[in-house]
């Protein structure tokens, strides 16, 4: 195993989850916001599963996102 590239790929992959799923977050809120569904001061439970299916790796993470 080439620990450099190894590295690499898993700092790639993990840069675009992070980046794109704020992205899609925003937009959630942005939507809500704007129809009303939501007042700006909620809090939401968030989860995010990590699958890796050839390491028969699957992890949830549980977390909280606040609006104020």
Do not use: C, H, W, Y
């Amino acid at each position: 195993m080439d620990e450099e590239t190894f590295n690499l790929s898993l700092r790639k992959f993990l840069k675009m989850v992070g980046v794109s799923s704020q992205n899609e977050i925003e937009k959630a809120v942005a939507r809500a916001l704007a129809e009303k569904a939501i007042n700006g001061n909620e809090a939401f439970p968030a989860t995010m599963t990590l699958e890796v299916a050839g390491l028969k790796l699957n992890v949830k993470f549980e977390g909280t996102i606040a609006l104020e």
